[in-house]
């Protein structure tokens, strides 16, 4: 299906629908469909407004909306410098498999030279081996001896008027 000439742009508040379709499509493919509580007024205030939080690029194809990457700046301290970390990175899939994940990928690798910041980095679900078969053809190096904690919600609120 993909042919036409791919464009990589940053999306602006013009495109919060489509974000919000991409996060519901990812959620549909990652089987965690029941998580997304985003809504277009929370992604309007967290991506678009003076306390924005991320930055998402979109693909389009020929003007239509192909693929979409969700990132904000982190931080090392052992390098002493920001990095890239990749939220979501989603291509709809009748746009895989003609280039469109790896010019993300490249385009984020290049923002991250650009600004100066020390690396790219993100996570995959350890079911999802087409994509770390991707990443890892891309040059990627998986951090096996990393755990990912998570604490959010109710967890996260108690965790924070714990007193002891």
């Known amino acids: ?80 410098r920001p990095g890239i970390y990749l939220e979501d990175l989603f291509v709809r899939p009748a746009h895989r498999g003609y280039g469109i994940g790896k010019a993300l990928l490249r385009h984020l690798a290049g923002i991250a030279c650009q600004r100066g910041y020390g690396r790219l980095e993100w996570s995959v679900l350890d079911w999802n081996e087409p994509a770390i078969g991707f990443y890892k053809r891309l040059g990627a190096v998986a951090m096996d001896e990393w755990t990912m904690f998570r604490v959010s919600g109710e967890k996260l609120q108690l965790m924070a008027q714990a007193s002891d």
Request: without cysteine; proline residues 1%; hydrophobic residues 50%.
């Open 1 to 80: 299906m993909t042919n036409g000439r791919i464009s990589l742009d940053f999306a602006g508040p013009e495109d919060i629908a489509e974000i919000i379709a991409f996060i519901r499509e990812l959620a549909q493919y990652e089987k965690l469909s029941h998580e997304v509580v985003a809504t277009e007024e929370s992604i309007r205030q967290w991506l678009f407004s003076d306390r924005r939080a991320a930055e998402v690029l979109i693909a389009r194809v020929d003007d239509q909306a192909a693929a979409f990457a969700l990132f904000f700046t982190s931080f090392s301290t052992f390098l002493g």
